[in-house]
């Protein structure tokens, strides 16, 4: 029986892990955590193949934004090019009396919330302050980065806007260029190079 108390001991210590190292981080009311807009403006990068995509960098792109939701992908189209989405929010959709009063999913490629009437703040603010990003990590430290990534964090990442053309599929997958729209074609598509992640 021992074999068993060591699997079972094993199983809970893993599982414990797993809690700890994805549990969300807590802020207090009252903080908005990530104040101001992205920042969004002309690149002069040039195009550039990655893995099968050409890769066509549209606009220079940073931000600082409070992890809404976090979703992993691995089985769709574009799961080699776009393994993780992040649903992101700033001003005022960055602090915590506001989310908490807020319903909110991904899946699909898609960030979905819902809320009790009235709404926490204007509808359309919520809109052109919180928006789900599609992220390509340029390096395997990113990837790892974004995999571990915690609702609650603080994300500060830059990088580029960009279209991506499957080469062997012949489909294209282009970023939004505002923060204005919502619905389908409303996700930016992100080519990330640099990303820093905090938990205030």
Avoid at 35 to 57: G, H, L, M, V, W
Avoid at 95 to 119: C, D, H, M, W
Avoid at 126 to 152: C, E, F, W, Y
Wanted: with cysteine; net charge neutral.
């Amino acid at each position: 029986m021992r074999w068993l108390q060591i699997l079972v001991l094993g199983f809970l210590s893993y599982t414990a892990f797993k809690y700890i190292s994805h549990r969300a981080v807590k802020h207090p009311d009252g903080m908005i955590t990530a104040a101001n807009d992205p920042d969004q403006s002309s690149t002069s990068d040039s195009d550039f193949t990655y893995k099968r995509y050409e890769i066509k960098p549209l606009k220079d792109f940073k931000i600082v934004a409070r992890v809404l939701s976090a979703e992993h992908y691995s089985v769709d189209a574009g799961a080699d090019l776009v393994p993780v989405d992040l649903a992101l929010g700033w001003g005022r959709m960055s602090e915590t009396a506001v989310i908490n009063q807020l319903n909110i999913s991904q899946s699909g490629r898609f960030y979905r919330y819902s809320y009790k009437l009235p709404a926490p703040i204007p509808p359309y603010e919520i809109v052109t302050h919180s928006a789900n990003m599609h992220m390509i990590p340029s390096t395997d430290l990113i990837a790892k980065q974004l995999n571990n990534v915690r609702v609650g964090q603080i994300v500060n990442l830059s990088g580029n806007l960009v279209e991506a053309k499957d080469l062997k599929n012949q489909w294209t997958w282009r970023s939004s260029l505002t923060r204005e729209d919502s619905g389908g074609g409303a996700c930016e598509l992100i080519w990330v190079k640099s990303l820093y992640v905090s938990d205030l």
